[in-house]
């Protein structure tokens, strides 16, 4: 059974989710406060992260920075909850590195759908052969980013781009196809989310960085 962990200081709200994702078959465990989230988090990693913005005893996109940091926690699928009129919370959060968003008030078949969709993606069978370009080599099985043997630590998404780009080198990646096969084909993010997580890459991957070409009003290429 898949393990969700919710941070919400609301309990109305976090009793709502708990009850829908433990009908939908899912383990869950809730917490009002960041200090309750990492103490069982350094005992138990989930599959999955519900992570509100707006918490009592630490700000959210902290906690996701803080996440995002750390090498244990730096691929945990993340999806952060947001006022409906916190836009740019909702930026701030995708560029550091969240997965998905979801918009109080909210539905909860829309919670269940997008949970659904991010553990799909996060959990799909891979080839575990390694891929090379240039002085980049991955290794899918292990979701292993190495530079001249160097291990660079990314966040999910950011490992999903190279992986993507470079199973695909030599090959223009339209913007509309990274962002349907990262995001997901309902994402409502934008493509500036595309634009700041190759940002990102690029400077994490140095010198490396630049097999990651763009393509003038197309998308991208490694080559």
Same mark, same amino acid.
């Given at each position: 059974?898949?393990?969700?962990?919710?941070?919400?200081?609301?309990?109305? $709200?976090?009793?709502?989710?708990?009850?829908?994702?433990? +009908? @939908?078959?899912?383990?869950?465990?809730?917490?009002?406060?960041?200090?309750?989230?990492?103490?069982?988090?350094?005992?138990?990693?989930?599959?999955?992260? !519900?992570?509100?913005?707006?918490?009592?005893?630490?700000?959210?996109?902290?906690?996701?920075?803080?996440?995002?940091?750390?090498?244990?926690?730096?691929?945990?699928?993340?999806?952060?909850?947001?006022?409906?009129?916190?836009?740019?919370?909702?930026?701030?959060?995708?560029?550091?590195?969240?997965?998905?968003? $979801?918009?109080?008030?909210?539905?909860?078949?829309?919670?269940? +759908? &997008?949970?659904?969709?991010?553990?799909? &993606?996060?959990?799909?069978?891979?080839?575990?052969?390694?891929?090379?370009?240039?002085?980049? +080599?991955?290794?899918?099985?292990?979701?292993?980013?190495?530079?001249?043997?160097?291990? $660079?630590? !990314?966040?999910?998404?950011?490992?999903?781009?190279?992986?993507?780009?470079?199973?695909?080198?030599? $090959?223009?990646?339209?913007?509309?196809?990274?962002?349907?096969?990262?995001?997901?084909?309902?994402?409502?993010?934008? @493509?500036?989310?595309?634009?700041?997580?190759?940002?990102?890459?690029?400077?994490? !991957?140095?010198?490396?960085?630049?097999?990651?070409?763009?393509?003038?009003?197309?998308?991208?290429?490694?080559?």
């Amino acid at each position: 059974m898949e393990k969700i962990y919710i941070v919400e200081d609301d309990k109305n $709200i976090l009793e709502i989710e708990t009850y829908a994702l433990n +009908s @939908s078959g899912y383990e869950v465990s809730g917490f009002e406060n960041a200090k309750e989230f990492y103490r069982k988090l350094d005992a138990e990693m989930p599959e999955l992260l !519900l992570l509100d913005i707006m918490l009592p005893d630490e700000d959210g996109l902290h906690v996701l920075k803080r996440l995002r940091s750390d090498k244990k926690t730096a691929g945990l699928p993340i999806i952060m909850v947001t006022a409906k009129s916190a836009e740019i919370d909702t930026v701030k959060g995708l560029d550091m590195g969240a997965d998905d968003y $979801i918009t109080k008030p909210f539905g909860v078949m829309e919670l269940i +759908s &997008r949970v659904k969709a991010l553990l799909r &993606r996060s959990s799909g069978t891979k080839d575990s052969g390694r891929l090379e370009l240039g002085e980049i +080599s991955l290794e899918p099985d292990k979701r292993l980013c190495m530079v001249d043997h160097q291990e $660079i630590e !990314l966040t999910y998404k950011e490992y999903e781009l190279i992986e993507l780009l470079v199973r695909n080198a030599g $090959i223009v990646m339209k913007r509309d196809l990274l962002m349907e096969r990262i995001w997901g084909i309902d994402f409502e993010g934008g @493509s500036r989310t595309l634009d700041m997580h190759i940002k990102t890459l690029r400077q994490k !991957l140095k010198d490396a960085g630049n097999h990651i070409q763009t393509v003038r009003n197309v998308g991208y290429i490694a080559k």
